[in-house]
Nanobody
Framework: VQLQASGGGLVQAGGSLRLSCVASGRTASNYNMGWFRQAPGKEREFVASVSRGGGSTYYADSVKGRFTISRDNAKSTVYLQMNSLKPKDTSVYYC???????????????????WGQGTLVTVSS
């Protein structure tokens, strides 16, 4: 499956952005979807994931209550609504698709076999 992320940009602290990721090439509903981020000089970290049907989600503690992951399988698109953004949220955000059984927990980069190109989010103070 090929993934194309978009929606990044520059926003002031406290603002909001919505990232989108469109899947193509395979049936999106066959995949769990996730968002990861990587800040300069840091390792890639898990942000959020959503199950194939959209009924289950996981969030990193650092974004819980501020970010919401959702998906529209009819549009083969996964979203990341980011509210109350902080400067420490500044990163390149990547979407990913994987087939690890949801019951095993889908929060690690190893659970995802396909990755998008990334979209930059910059939060100014």
């Amino acid at each position: 499956v090929q993934l194309q992320a978009s929606g990044g940009g520059l926003v002031q602290a406290g603002g909001s952005l919505r990232l989108s990721c469109v899947a193509s090439g395979r049936t999106a509903s066959n995949y769990n979807m996730g968002w990861f981020r990587q800040a300069p000089g840091k390792e890639r970290e898990f942000v959020a994931s959503v199950s194939r049907g959209g009924g289950s989600t996981y969030y990193a503690d650092s974004v819980k209550g501020r970010f919401t992951i959702s998906r529209d399988n009819a549009k083969s698109t996964v979203y990341l609504q980011m509210n109350s953004l902080k400067p420490k949220d500044t990163s390149v955000y990547y979407c990913a698709a994987g087939t690890t059984p949801w019951r095993l927990g889908v929060r690690d980069a190893a659970d995802f076999g396909s990755w998008g190109q990334g979209t930059l989010v910059t939060v100014s103070s």
